[in-house]
């Protein structure tokens, strides 16, 4: 068989939120990380010494009766100071949020966010339509696969990084914005207008193949992904499937609670993932308890942009050798961070709590996790449809089934 077009290309789920260092390092804010949240953050009462605060004093002092364009907006100051010492901790994976940027990228996790509905990919130079969803705004204003940005309500963008141009392309539902794209094959820049909307984000996207194999891929770990992940699976044992795929390639993340429960349908107990903290502490978090089915066969789809709570999943399930892992080496992004929003709707904090590490002690962060069976799809597979992976996948089960 031949698997369906949208899931053999190679996609980013970048459209859902504005994006951040997900991939910092390598391939810094090309990819989207959701909010990973703790409930074992350790905090400390700290405070700022007299000369320090001085300083700061002085600075302010000094920006506001000497620099040269006045008036100075205190509110920007204020922000970029908090950038600023956030920047100063040298880990990628800490930052500022503006409220904007907060809100922005809450939304994936919340099921819908306000934009022009298309899958993206910002991997390289430009940023490029991989697919307009269903019914959308960019559908319906006719973007098509493999278009490329390269202005937007007249501003060239094509000197800016790729997540800067998607940032843009995110505004008020009921907003107009003018999109200027270079379609291969076509000498002219075509110009689309198109009004911005509230876009509901799929979790997930399931069918059942041929020889009884249901099929689950996953694009988060929000708030709706357990239930409608849940009320699929028992969807596919309904109509008695003998194998289960669940495809996490270019996951990047989301709740680790989600994670866990997730990984809990298919196991009946134990640690599904261990928190590290820097004092060199641990906790173990348990499966549920609550699982679905503990014996079907089982296979996950992984690639470079499987990240995060997608790592969790994968890796205690692998560890535990419920599920066999096909694809490519994993991105490898083993710290946990907490999403702390700051008074006065001034946005929040992106900050780094602990790392996590897979139920065997494995050690995830710059590392990944290795497939047990390496298929790497390559150009010729993509220009021929053929998602080696998952035809992979899907033939390691029908073995499973002929046992």
Do not use: C
Not at 373 to 380: G, L, N, P, S
């Amino acid at each position: 068989m031949q698997p369906n077009k949208n899931k053999a290309l190679l996609i980013v789920l970048l459209v859902l939120s504005l994006l951040f260092a997900f991939s910092v390092g390598v391939i810094t804010g090309n990819f989207v990380d959701l909010p990973l949240q703790s409930s074992a953050v350790k905090t400390q009462s700290l405070g700022i010494n007299e000369d320090q605060r001085r300083s700061l004093n002085q600075v302010w002092e000094v920006i506001h009766n000497q620099y040269l364009n006045q008036p100075i907006d205190d509110e920007i100051l204020l922000r970029g100071a908090i950038r600023g010492m956030m920047e100063s901790l040298d880990d990628p994976y800490s930052a500022y949020m503006s409220p904007e940027e907060f809100r922005s990228q809450n939304a994936p996790l919340k099921g819908e966010y306000t934009g022009i509905g298309a899958w993206v990919d910002t991997l390289g130079d430009y940023l490029i339509i991989m697919s307009p969803m269903p019914d959308s705004p960019a559908e319906m204003a006719g973007l098509k696969p493999g278009d490329k940005v390269v202005a937007i309500n007249g501003e060239d963008m094509t000197n800016l990084k790729p997540v800067q141009v998607l940032e843009r392309i995110f505004g008020p539902a009921g907003t107009k914005i003018m999109i200027s794209i270079q379609r291969e094959g076509v000498d002219e820049i075509l110009q689309f207008e198109m009004e911005r909307a509230v876009i509901p984000i799929p979790s997930i996207d399931s069918e059942m193949l041929e020889g009884k194999i249901g099929y689950i891929r996953l694009f988060t770990f929000g708030d709706n992904s357990t239930k409608e992940f849940t009320n699929a699976l028992n969807a596919f044992l309904d109509q008695e499937a003998e194998g289960i795929i669940v495809d996490l390639r270019n996951n990047t993340g989301g709740y680790v609670d989600t994670a866990i429960e997730i990984t809990s349908l298919f196991i009946p107990t134990g640690a599904v993932m261990i928190e590290e903290w820097g004092d060199g502490s641990q906790k173990e978090y348990q499966a549920t308890g609550n699982p679905v089915n503990t014996e079907i066969p089982l296979v996950i789809l992984v690639n470079e942009g499987t990240a995060s709570a997608s790592e969790i999943t994968a890796g205690a399930l692998q560890d535990l050798e419920r599920a066999t892992l096909v694809g490519t080496q994993t991105f490898g992004k083993g710290y946990i961070q907490n999403w702390v929003p700051l008074r006065d709707k001034n946005g929040a904090l992106r900050i780094t709590i602990a790392r996590w590490l897979t139920p065997k002690g494995r050690q995830i962060q710059e590392l990944g996790l290795t497939p047990d069976y390496q298929v790497q799809i390559t150009e010729e597979d993509i220009r021929n449809n053929n998602d080696a992976q998952l035809i992979q996948a899907i033939i390691l089960l029908s073995r499973t089934g002929n046992k």
